[in-house]
C-alpha cells in the first residue's frame, strides 16, 4: 500500500535555493513572474493585505519581531512572516505571537497540491516561495490588522514582493553578503535589497554603515515618490547599562523623549533595530501609548540573536551570525559585555561564507575555536575552514581543534572554556543542533 505523505512532508521535498541549486528544467529560481503566476493560480493572497514589508542584510528577523510585539501590545492583531526558521518551516509565520499549527499547514499545503503537481517543470515553485504564499493566505484567514513580511534574499526579486501595496518599507542596514546571487558591489547590493521601495509608500531607513547606501536609498525614495524616514536623522539613543538581562538606554524622538527604555535583545546593534521600529510605529500610529511597547521591549527574546543561556552549568550564547559585518557585532557585544575574558567559538559554515573574515572579525588573541560541520548538503567540511584560518589562529594565539561530530565539539568547548563563556555561532543551521 501506498503511504500517503504529509503536506508537511511534501513542503520538504520542493526545491530549495537553500539547500540546492536548480534541477534541469529549473532554470532560475528568482523569477518573480513565475512566482505571481503560481499566485493567480491559488487565489492571489498576496492582495489587500495591509504588508509592512521589511529588507536588508542585518537586523530585519529582530525588527520585525519588535514591531510585531509593538503592535500587539497596542491592541492590534498582527501577522509576521520570519526567515531563516530554525527548526521547522511553521515557525516561519505567527499570529499574534502564535506560530502556524502544523495541521494548517497541512490544510493550506492540501490546498495547493494539485496546482504543484500540475505545475511544468519550468513553473517550479520553491519552498520559500509556498511557505510566502501560506503566510499571505493565514494572515487574510485570520483577518490581521498588520502583516509583517521579511525578506527572505534580496528584495526586488524576493517572493515577499509579490505583495501587492504594503503600507509601509523598511530598509534595515545593508551589507556585502551572497554576491553570488545579489552582485559584487555593495551598489548592487543595494539596488536588489531597496527593490521593495513602492510608489508613494513612506520607507523607513535604518542607520547605515557605508553613507552611500543611505544616498541610494534616497534617490530610490525619490525616485518612486516615497517619503523617506531616516532614522538616524531622527532619532537619538544614549546607553544607560549594559547586563547579561537587558540592555538600557534614552531614547528621543521628534515628538518625545523616553527616559529608559530596557531591552531584552541584547547588543547596541538591537539598539538601533529598536529605534527602526519605533520609528516604524511613529510613521502607522503616530499617537501610540508608549507604555505596552515598552514592556514588550524589555521582555521579548528572539532565538539564535545573542541567545544567552546557562547549558551544562555553562553561560553559552548562541548567535545567527554569519558575516564579517555580524560577526564584529557580536564581537563587540561579547565586549560590552564580558570586557577582555576569552571566549571559546564553537563555529561552522556553510560553503558560501567568508571564513576569513568572519573569524578576522570574531575572535580575539587568547580564546579558543572548535571547529565542526554542519548536516547540510552546502555545509563546509571542517577542514577546509581550519585550512582556511589555521595562520591567522597561529599568529594570534587562538588555540584551535576541529571535529565532525556536534557532541564531540561541544565536549571539546566545554574542556577549552573552563568557566569562560562558549559563544555559538557562524550559521543559523548550526544554532538549530543547541
Request: net charge negative; charged share 25%; with cysteine.
Amino acid at each position: 500500500m501506498t503511504e500517503i505523505k504529509t503536506g508537511f512532508e511534501r513542503f520538504l521535498e520542493l526545491p530549495t535555493f537553500d539547500r540546492s541549486r536548480p534541477a534541469p528544467g529549473q532554470d532560475d529560481f528568482f523569477d518573480l513572474s513565475r512566482f505571481q503566476r503560481f499566485l493567480d493560480q491559488i487565489g492571489n493572497p498576496e492582495k489587500g493585505l495591509p504588508v509592512i514589508h521589511v529588507a536588508g542584510s542585518k537586523g530585519k528577523g529582530s525588527t520585525c519581531v519588535l514591531i510585531g510585539g509593538a503592535l500587539q501590545a497596542l491592541g492590534k492583531r498582527v501577522g509576521v512572516f520570519m526567515s531563516p526558521y530554525l527548526r521547522e518551516p511553521t515557525e516561519a509565520i505567527f499570529v499574534d505571537g502564535a506560530p502556524m499549527t502544523k495541521q494548517t499547514f497541512d490544510k493550506l499545503f492540501e490546498q495547493y497540491s494539485k496546482v504543484i503537481d500540475d505545475l511544468a517543470p519550468a513553473n517550479f515553485v520553491t519552498s520559500f516561495e509556498v511557505l510566502t504564499a501560506m503566510a499571505l493566505q493565514h494572515f487574510h484567514d485570520e483577518d490581521v490588522d498588520f502583516a509583517i513580511m521579511e525578506t527572505g534574499l534580496g528584495g526586488r526579486l524576493d517572493a515577499t514582493n509579490a505583495v501587492e501595496s504594503p503600507i509601509l518599507s523598511i530598509i534595515c542596514p545593508i551589507e556585502k553578503e551572497h554576491t553570488d546571487i545579489l552582485g559584487n558591489s555593495i551598489t548592487s547590493i543595494a539596488y536588489e535589497k531597496l527593490g521593495i521601495v513602492r510608489e508613494d509608500t513612506p520607507v523607513v531607513i535604518a542607520h547605515q554603515a557605508d553613507s552611500m547606501i543611505l544616498d541610494f536609498a534616497r534617490t530610490a525614495c525619490m525616485q518612486k515618490k516615497a517619503k523617506p524616514i531616516v532614522v538616524p536623522n531622527r532619532y537619538e539613543a544614549a546607553i544607560l547599562e549594559r547586563t547579561t538581562d537587558n540592555y538600557s538606554f534614552r531614547l528621543t524622538t521628534p515628538t518625545r523623549r523616553i527616559p529608559r527604555i530596557k531591552l531584552a535583545l541584547l547588543g547596541e546593534h538591537q539598539i538601533q533595530n529598536s529605534m527602526t521600529a519605533w520609528a516604524a510605529l511613529d510613521e502607522l500610529l503616530p499617537e501610540f501609548d508608549p507604555g505596552p511597547v515598552l514592556d514588550v521591549f524589555e521582555h521579548l527574546t528572539l532565538p539564535g540573536r545573542f541567545e544567552y543561556r546557562i547549558q551544562g552549568g555553562k553561560e553559552v550564547i548562541l548567535d545567527g551570525a554569519h558575516t564579517p559585518e555580524s560577526a564584529a557585532a557580536l564581537r563587540k557585544t561579547l565586549a560590552e559585555i564580558y570586557g577582555g575574558e576569552p571566549i571559546t567559538f564553537i563555529l561552522a559554515f556553510l560553503k558560501d561564507k567568508d571564513v576569513t573574515g568572519f573569524v578576522r572579525e570574531l575572535c580575539r588573541y587568547g580564546d579558543a575555536v572548535v571547529l565542526t560541520q554542519i548536516n547540510h548538503p552546502r555545509a563546509l567540511p571542517a577542514r577546509i575552514a581550519q585550512d582556511q584560518i589555521k595562520d591567522m589562529l597561529r599568529h594570534q594565539n587562538i588555540t584551535c581543534a576541529i571535529t565532525n561530530n556536534l557532541r564531540i565539539a561541544w565536549q571539546k568547548a566545554g574542556k577549552l572554556a573552563g568557566r569562560s563563556p562558549i559563544c555559538v555561532t557562524g550559521s543559523f543551521k548550526l544554532i538549530e543542533a543547541f
